[in-house]
């Protein structure tokens, strides 16, 4: 009787690693990133050495040392005697100052454009048109240092507004003037607040801020729960209960208590001598680059909200057509929802090069992590390598964190396969 065996298992050889297809793909990868951390061995290495030939071995530091410098834009306190590491973070501030304004503006003036660029009047469709080519044409460096030129050529100085019968008034119930030196806005205060929070000795966050912060997500979150009750019983009975108003009342309520529990109110600014005081400033230069940045970034997101809304198929439309929708109501319920799916992504590249574009504000005197650590502090200290470094950092993380966000609620906003 003849027994059937399995052959026996080959062994190892290491010709294996190269004429086996099983390990073959490893091999060369392996080989590959030995190469690649080499090389980067090699320049690490190169490039301290020749530091150290030059005396300037890689060394932070200067961080600790007195900045020395003036920073005009800035949101906490900060003055030239603070150290360089101080001044970086409150550029880095300014950053992200520029970069959320920025973002926000810029979504919603391209979705608008967007939308505009697809409507059936001729003429509104034009003028949407003629916004995204001129936008997307020139450079964003012109159109920062053209926002500039206006606000301090078009705007009056603050002598203007002196005088019995000024040149120039104080707009909003004299509560807003626009100088050539910035616009001035009412300040928020609080008359009881609960103080600041120390972080290392270095900041202060404001805890009115964080409790007003914290108050609003969760009334937010109470009002979420509110509706997903109202959905419910929307499938349960085929009657949505009316909840607009105990929604708005649950975000509003909670927030103005608290307001008047922290004694809230305004500071407004007054013409002073030869300037205004009081008040909160914002100068042109964050302005012009707030405005240039969100206006060029709209134009190209306006091209991909227009790509999503015609990536949705007409019978979409014109089935909710069918059902008596309104136009405004169909694009709103009906295929942005839909569109999202393929407008996020290429939003998430738009984001990034807006933030990354925010480090132009050199060209206009705006003081952001660019201009402070990677500008001054590098001509003072010449350690260009270690600012330049940790530059790079900065802008990956926060690079990495805006793509991490939207990709987190691209997720979300993907078709759930069955």
Known sequence: MTTLTDPPAESFKLSMLVYDTRYRSYTFQIIALIAVLTLLGWLTNNTVQNLHDLGKEVDFGFLNTPAGYDINQRLIEYDNQDTHLRAAFVGLLNTLLVAVLGCVTATIIGVIVGVLRLSSNWLVARLMTVYVEMFRNVPVLMWIVLAMAILIESLPSPRDFRGDTPEATMKLFDTVAFTNRGVYVPEPLFSRGIGDLSVFGAFGISLDLVAIIVVLIGSFWVAKRIGRKADATQEATGVRPRTWHVQTAVIVLPVVLLLILLGFHLGYPALKGFNFQGGTHMRNSLIALWLALSLYTAAFIAENVRAGILAISKGQTEAAAALGLR????????????????????????????????????????????????????????????????????????SLIISGVMNVYNERKKLVER
Do not use: C, F, H, W
């Open 327 to 398: 136009s405004n109501r169909i694009m709103n319920l009906v295929i942005l929802p839909q569109a999202l799916r393929v407008i996020i992504p290429p939003l998430i590249s738009q984001y990034l090069n807006l933030t990354k574009n925010s480090s132009l504000a050199i060209a206009v005197g705006y003081m952001d992590i660019t201009g402070t650590l990677m500008g001054i502090t590098l001509n003072q200290t010449g350690r260009e390598l270690e600012t330049v470094l940790l530059g790079m950092l900065v802008y990956l993380v926060i």
